[in-house]
C-alpha cells in the first residue's frame, strides 16, 4: 500500500456538510460526483497528499443510509493507494481478508476499488484504491 488516499465520512446532507469542511479544511471542495452503482453522492477535499471524501446517501436502502442510521454521521471507511488493485486484492485474500467485491469496480474520484469487510479488519472497512490510467 502506497499511502492513505483519502478518508470516507458518512454525512446526512452535502449542501450543509461541504461548506463546513471549506471552513473547517481552510480549502475548497474540489470535485463532487454521484457513483449511482453505491447510491452515493460524494464531495472531495484536498489535505495535502490525501483526501477527505464526504458521502451522502441517495437512496434509503444505500450502505451510507444504512450506516448512519446505525451509526450517525462519522468516520466511513479508510482508504488506502495502491499500485496494482487486482494484485493487492489476491493478496489479501490469501491471507484471510474477506473482500466484499471480487472483482475491482468503479469508484469516485477516478477510481478502481474494492472494499475488505470491517469483521477481518477490527471494524474498519477498508478501501482500496487505485487511478485508472
Known amino acids: ?20 469542511f471549506e471552513q473547517l479544511l481552510n480549502t475548497p471542495c ?6 449511482a452503482s453505491e447510491a452515493v453522492s460524494t464531495a472531495f477535499f484536498q489535505t495535502g497528499d490525501s483526501k477527505i ?17 446505525k451509526k450517525g454521521e ?3 471507511h479508510i482508504a488506502f493507494e495502491v499500485e496494482n488493485i487486482e494484485a493487492e ?18 469508484g469516485a474520484d477516478n477510481k478502481m476499488v474494492c472494499f475488505l469487510h ?10 482500496l484504491c487505485q487511478e485508472i490510467k
Open 1 to 20: 500500500m502506497l499511502k492513505i488516499e483519502h478518508l470516507g465520512i458518512a454525512v446526512k446532507e452535502l449542501q450543509t456538510s461541504i461548506p463546513l
Open 118 to 127: 470491517p469483521k477481518t479488519t477490527n471494524g474498519v472497512l477498508i478501501e
Open 53 to 69: 471524501e464526504l458521502l451522502e446517501a441517495t437512496k434509503a436502502e444505500s450502505p451510507i443510509a444504512k450506516f448512519i442510521d
Open 89 to 106: 486484492m489476491k493478496r489479501l485474500a490469501a491471507l484471510g481478508f474477506e473482500l466484499l467485491n471480487q472483482t475491482p469496480k468503479k
Open 74 to 76: 462519522g468516520i466511513h
Open 30 to 35: 474540489y470535485k463532487t460526483e454521484i457513483v
